[in-house]
């Protein structure tokens, strides 16, 4: 009995951080939010369904507790297939990918415009509030990397501090306060 009891309280507190998920959008639903009333960035990420880089990124990063609470908090995170025929309007530009039946998958036009040259996957766009694409990030990202660029990126910290400066008191300075305005413990 008493190992029975030790091995389900050891699941939960192995298993109950994986309960973290993002709040995924649509493209569609994050483009037809009203901008002018809108107080959250928008975050994009674009990825592909044979992207295994991707997918360690799904398991990994965008389950981890922190990053989830940062991009449900103070963005509208957005899950999108950069092959995709999805249609919708972006900042006033109507973007469409049309294939035919058998047609090997292309690149959609929005991911193009929003990655110029540099298309590769998974890579992450930041758009302020007002949909202005604000950084590009690309490549795996762990999720501690991850949620010290998120916070850097929402909080207003890039307005007071070089990206290497905040690197330097990100731990012993920055992430106490990040994670009390998350609400979550250290």
Request: hydrophobic share 40%; with cysteine.
């Amino acid at each position: 009995m008493k190992k029975s009891l030790l091995l389900l309280i050891l699941a939960v507190l192995t298993f109950g951080g994986l309960s973290a998920q993002v709040k995924w959008k649509t493209i569609e639903q994050a483009s037809t939010v009203d901008v002018k009333s809108n107080s959250k960035m928008f975050f994009v990420d674009f990825s592909t369904s044979w992207c295994g880089w991707c997918k360690k990124m799904d398991k990994e990063t965008f389950s981890d507790p922190v990053v989830a609470a940062i991009l449900n908090k103070y963005y509208i995170p957005v899950h999108f297939d950069a092959e995709g025929t999805s249609t919708f309007t972006w900042n006033g530009t109507k973007y469409s990918n049309t294939q035919a039946a058998g047609q090997r998958a292309q690149t959609h036009p929005f991911t193009r415009a929003i990655l110029g040259q540099k298309i590769g996957y998974p890579s992450f766009a930041v758009f302020n509030k007002s949909r202005e694409l604000v950084q590009i990030l690309q490549g795996y990202q762990s999720a501690y990397d991850f949620s010290m660029v998120l916070w850097y990126l929402c909080s207003g910290d890039s307005n007071r501090y070089t990206f290497d400066e905040y690197r330097a008191i990100f731990q012993e300075e920055i992430k106490p306060v990040m994670m009390k305005k998350l609400g979550l413990n250290n």
